[in-house]
């Protein structure tokens, strides 16, 4: 009877189930700063955790940038209210600016009709024959030719310029009225403006506060950000030191011969899962493979079917894990492999995408594959 004693964490993987797999994004571990501060959902940034500093400031964060968009649209407001407010000024001033010179011309024009009537009564009064070389105080004396001389002034002179008089002095009369009324809507406005201007100066103020406050939260949210991943990354780096410790070497095949001959060994395969093989061109060659919990052995075949070079129908996901490739740089630099940034995961050899894997869920658990039946 033959007796193969196999690698004792070897599991005997079916072909590829790619298109049946439940697909997600997978989130990525090193996300910019910037892209933090944008108030993106923190599921998707980092676990939640009930006292976790990096989520209090991303939280922290978000409040402060939507109360400063807030206080910039009251910025914003109170500009374009200022600007009218001063615009009404300009054109009150204008106003007041344009009957200043309506009743200077008016003033003009009835200080040019007196000067007719005084001519035309002078003129009549030399046209009665009164003596020139008089006092011109006697115009309007109780003389008899005098009388004559002011009768005929008062029917040359008097009729059609004291009605244009009368006219002019009504006319200026309106004048002065809107004149007046425009200086109190001047002096309203100008109030209004000054209101506008204070409220203005406020909200700038207010989002200027905000700014300061907005920085301060940034600068401690990325340090903490820092520092989460540097916890996330030596907690990788061990997990996967310790994976590989337990790890067995390639184990022993004992063949048993018939009864008639001795019996002899062969080193067997580690593993029958199938998946690229370390070439020339490959950066870890001689990385060796951990051991995977059950967990990470139930995703290779939900995700997969132990397929290390399977590609998801839409191309986002991929290797044995199924990987987005962010995740992939994300989790491969944790974990100490570098050299893989970049690299599409079903390209990786099974011992670098099984490494991966154990990084990415010491850093994560469970939550890069929720939604199979793993999890």
């Not at 209210?81 to 007041?96: E, G, H, N, Y």
């Not at 590609?311 to 991929?318: A, H, Q, T």
Request: glycine share 6%; hydrophobic share 45%; with cysteine.
């Amino acid at each position: 009877m033959t007796v193969l004693v196999l690698h004792s964490g070897s599991t005997l993987l079916t072909g590829p189930d790619t298109a049946g797999s439940t697909r997600r994004t997978i989130r990525v571990l090193c996300l910019p700063v910037l892209v933090v501060l944008a108030a993106l959902p923190i599921g998707a940034v980092l676990r939640p955790a009930g006292a976790d500093p990096v989520s209090d400031l991303q939280s922290q964060a978000a409040t402060v940038a939507r109360d400063l968009v807030l206080e910039q649209l009251q910025v914003d407001a109170a500009r374009q209210l200022t600007s009218v407010a001063a615009s009404r000024v300009s054109a009150d001033q204008q106003a007041i600016a344009r009957l200043d010179h309506q009743l200077a011309a008016d003033q003009q024009a009835i200080d040019q009709h007196l000067h007719v009537v005084q001519v035309q009564a002078i003129a009549a009064y030399v046209d009665s024959g009164a003596d020139a070389s008089s006092n011109d105080a006697a115009l309007f004396s109780d003389g008899a030719a005098n009388a004559q001389a002011a009768s005929e002034y008062a029917s040359l002179a008097v009729g059609n310029i004291t009605t244009d008089l009368d006219e002019l002095h009504s006319a200026q009369h309106v004048l002065q009225f809107q004149q007046a009324a425009l200086v109190d809507r001047e002096n309203e406005d100008r109030a209004d403006l000054q209101r506008q201007a204070a409220d203005l100066g406020q909200a700038s103020a207010s989002a200027s506060r905000l700014q300061a406050e907005h920085a301060l939260v940034t600068g401690q949210l990325a340090a903490a950000v820092t520092a989460q991943q540097a916890v996330q990354a030596k907690a990788a780096a061990a997990a996967v030191a310790a994976a590989r410790k337990v790890a067995p070497s390639p184990s022993v095949a004992t063949i048993s011969a018939p009864s008639s001959g001795p019996a002899t060994t062969v080193a067997s395969a580690a593993t029958t899962s199938t998946g690229p093989a370390a070439s020339s061109g490959d950066p870890y060659p001689n990385l060796s493979d951990p051991v995977l919990n059950p967990f990470l052995s139930c995703v290779v075949e939900a995700e997969s079917g132990g397929d290390y070079g399977a590609v998801s129908p839409n191309g986002l996901y991929m290797g044995a894990f199924q990987f987005s490739q962010p995740t992939w740089n994300s989790a491969a630099s944790a974990a100490g492999l570098g050299l893989l940034v970049g690299v599409p995961p079903n390209d990786a050899t099974k011992a670098e995408q099984d490494t991966v894997a154990v990084a990415l869920y010491a850093m994560d658990g469970d939550q890069p594959w929720l939604g199979d039946r793993c999890s």
